[in-house]
């Protein structure tokens, strides 16, 4: 076989038999017939790492294990194959993936099983591991993750993330992570079009009564809420009072890494507040006791890092001066304001039900 290979002028069919063989052991995959898989894949990858394999050669194989739907075969094929067949199929995939972007982002479009087979192995035990590694090599490329995102890949890992199984739903996290920041030009459109949807599953995160889930969640919309590619989906999500509400029951969470990063979305709330009449009103009548617990924070905690203690300063000194920005809100946007304000029936309803977990703060004058 490898003689074939690497002859001076490899014949096609060299190149094709390969592919045949790999695909027919994959179609028999099997616990007893992995060593057999993994002969294959090592034979394919051999050709794709050797130095004297041109690229002409490469691009040949690639087209060949296109043709013969290696990537949906070896999907389908990986929760029956022991762990280090699995590991090798891994790796291929994204050999492939990275020798030939294009022709395997084409060939994905028009196979859409491969999406929902790498979304059910992330929810996998068996194979969630090599599952996740390679949706996050997809994460890479632009016209993967626009596929991605259309594929509801965003909703199928917020669902994940929240998974009893600890190991699922950390790999599911981290995949989430990659999808929302590999691209970010194209994650940004995704969110400025489905802000209100995207948001208000993510807050379910923010929510959880497990730590570390909410604690990755909340460091993830920090990050995602002051990078720059993001500045058109920031008015949407500092106009929910919703948000704003849990964000600073967050601010009074016990763990100082959670506090860290909702002192940095409370930041994003302050320097948009006129983006809601409503959400404006609420920090501004809140205020007093905002800085209070700003302050605190500070001092109860002499080893609180300069960037966390920077962003505590910063954030009093906004409040201290909000009845300025709110003095000039009223002037300005009185007719505004009105137009936003709720129903009497919608404001009561929610009066009724904005109760905390520590003493309610004021939401409303």
Known sequence: ????????????VGMSAVCRDLVQSLD???????EHVRSHLHTVMTVFEATSST?????????????????????EALPKLEFEAAKDSMR?????????????????????????????????????LQSNDMLRSCTKHAKLVEMLFEADFAVGLMNLAQHQD??????????????????KPVAAVYLRENSKAFFAAYHELLRSEDYFTKRQALGLIADVLVNPCFVDVVSSYVSNYRFLE??????????????????????????????????H????????????????????????????????????????????????????NSVGSSVDEQSSHEKQAVLNDHTLNFTPWRLYA
Do not use: H, W
Not at 249 to 264: E, M, P, T
Not at 310 to 323: T, Y
């Open 166 to 183: 600890f190991d699922i739903s950390s790999d599911a996290f981290c995949s989430l992570r990659e999808l929302l920041m590999g691209c």
């Open 1 to 12: 076989m490898f003689g074939r290979l690497f002859r001076a002028n490899p014949q096609p």
């Open 28 to 34: 028999m995959a099997a616990g007893a017939s992995s």
């Open 92 to 128: 291929l995939f994204n050999q492939l993936l990275k020798l030939g972007t294009s022709p395997v982002s084409d060939y994905i479009r028009r196979n859409k099983q491969v999406l929902q087979l790498l979304l059910d192995g992330c929810g996998s035990p068996d194979v969630a």
């Open 246 to 279: 849990t964000n600073m029951n967050l601010l009074r969470d016990s763990s100082k890494a959670k506090q860290s990063d909702a002192v940095r979305v409370f930041d994003v709330f302050l320097s948009n507040s006129e983006a809601s009449p409503r959400v």
């Open 55 to 75: 690229q002409s050669e490469k691009s040949q194989l690639i087209k060949d294990l296109l043709d013969a739907d290696m990537p949906l075969k070896m999907l």
């Open 281 to 332: 009103k609420i920090l501004f009548k809140n205020k007093d006791r905002l800085v209070r617990l700003l302050d605190s924070m500070s001092s109860d905690d002499k080893e609180n890092d300069d960037g966390f203690v920077q962003d505590l300063r910063a954030a009093v000194q906004a409040l201290k001066v909000f009845d300025k920005i709110r003095s000039r809100t009223n002037s300005s």
